[in-house]
């Protein structure tokens, strides 16, 4: 059985005394829960959300990272820099990254290689557009994508890599990929990755669905065969509305 992930992406909200109010209130609502709680902060937060998730069930992620170690990047953050606060999780290959940062497939596959380097656990986001869906050619995006971001990496750490879903016309948009929908996609994700690794391997594979997750539509989409939890944008920003999708 996988254990279901909900991850918030915060993207770039929050203050730092915004943040910890978050935490605070988070705290109570979700530690009953089973499901493995992941906050992912800007790098201004990441600190004080540590601190103040020690001793609770939330996990602290960031949202991007460089793939060297260190050297003349200019604004830029390592693996090894985020470890070193105490971060465990790390969004990759963000669509917002991939459209606004020139991010590639390229520079997604070296980053999911320097967070293993760093024991940090990478969240892997892939997704189609709308134009790429209509002229139906939305499965073999996704499945590119799965392929190049896992080239080259051992069967232990494609295990280990979580996996987002998030098409990029459900982000923000209110639009939700009907569960169904999603589902099919993920399950395609999940065939790819057993071609090449195999499916032991492949059943593995934490993979969650991206996308206008809200308390309203979470059960649905949570509760089918192949969805293992959501990486959560706007509805993550709302503590009392995050426990409801972590509680789903
Ligand atoms: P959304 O964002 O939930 O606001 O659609 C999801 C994401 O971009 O990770």
């Known amino acids: ?32 829960t089973e499901n493995e709680v992941i906050i992912c902060a800007p790098y201004t937060d990441l600190f004080y959300t540590i601190l103040n998730a020690q001793d609770t069930n939330i996990k602290i992620g960031a949202q991007n990272m460089h793939f060297a170690e260190k050297g003349a990047y200019t604004g830029e953050i390592s693996g090894k ?38 024991n940090l656990k990478p969240i892997v986001c892939v997704g189609e557009t709308l134009e790429e869906r209509e002229k139906g050619i939305a499965f073999d995006i996704i499945t590119k994508q799965t392929r190049l971001a896992l080239e080259g990496l051992s069967k232990e750490n494609v295990k280990n890599t979580i996996i987002a879903y998030e098409p990029i016309w459900a982000i923000g948009t209110g639009k939700t990929a009907t569960s169904e929908d999603a589902n099919e996609s993920i399950k395609k994700i999940r065939e790819e990755i ?14 969650l669905y991206g996308g206008s997750v809200k308390s309203s ?13 959501g990486l959560v944008g706007g509805a993550s920003l709302d503590a009392e509305e995050f426990a409801k999708i972590v509680n789903f």
Not at 3 to 15: F, Q, T
Not at 217 to 222: G, Q, R, S, V
């Open 217 to 229: 539509n979470a059960k649905e989409l949570f509760n089918k065969s192949d969805i293992d939890g």
């Open 81 to 118: 820099m985020l470890k070193s606060i105490g971060v465990e999780y790390v969004i990759i290959g963000h669509s917002e990254r991939r459209q606004y940062f020139a991010e590639t497939d390229e520079t997604v596959n070296k980053k999911i290689k320097a967070a293993f380097e760093n």
């Open 1 to 32: 059985m996988r254990k279901k992930v909900i991850a918030g992406n915060w993207k770039m909200n929050m203050l730092p005394n915004e943040a910890m109010d978050f935490i605070q209130k988070l705290t109570p609502l979700v530690k009953e």
């Open 194 to 207: 057993s071609k090449i690794y195999g499916k032991d391997i492949a059943e593995c594979v934490i993979i």
